[in-house]
């Protein structure tokens, strides 16, 4: 597992999986600073295919939905490139699918269900 200063990151299976903190409840644009690697590590990451593991997020704003939508361009914009979130939350769903901002990337209620969707592609 390697680590930013932030979040930590680990490969299966050909997906790269950004654990986010504990204490990381809510996404909100004055959190964003503390993602700033991912787009970096999102660009260097062979094959392209990520998930966020979303399990400890309870409340994101429309910044952190921005910054998603950014990301997923960001990954297909490669060959098989790919997004998925992991453990999200119902609210977290529910802003999502209101912005129809989740036909971008992949939801899935487990890690585990990010990861076989993912590896097998």
Known sequence: ????????????????????????????????VDLQGIPELARKIEPPRLIIDLRHVKYIGSAFIGFLISLSTQLQSRPNGRLALSGVAPFIRMALESTRSDLLFEIHDTLEEAIESLATY
């Open 1 to 32: 597992m390697s680590e930013s200063t932030f979040f930590t990151t680990e490969e299966t299976r050909g997906v790269t999986i950004v654990h986010l903190p504990d204490d990381y409840t809510s996404a909100y644009e004055s959190t964003l």
